[in-house]
């Protein structure tokens, strides 16, 4: 699992370093991983209907493949990303606006 998780966050980190601009635009459900993958990307845009959660702590995990060092940078509210990591808890479209994560919102 090491190496698995080495790979996955080496892979997150090629986004992050792109020479180009990576758009991430979210649709349905962001949960876990895909929450480490957005915060890699320059620009994150989402739908009305998105959920976001940081789920690893329901599973015995901890969040170690970006987003514990990328997500306080995006919000700038290190207690916000405490209480999301630690809680597992879903937020939706417009918490994600209020708190930086997305830079917009679309209409489906």
Known sequence: TTLFRSAMQ?????????SVPVVAAIH??????????????????CSSEAVFSVREVALG???????????????????LVHELCLSGRDFHAMEAL???LVSRISEN
């Open 10 to 18: 080496d892979c997150f980190t090629a986004l992050e370093q792109c």
């Open 61 to 79: 995990l901890a969040a170690d493949v970006g987003t514990l060092q990328r997500l306080p940078k995006i919000t700038g509210n290190q207690s």
């Open 98 to 100: 209020g708190i930086g």
């Open 28 to 45: 349905g459900q962001c949960i876990g991983a895909g929450i480490d993958l957005i915060c890699a990307t320059d620009v994150r845009l």
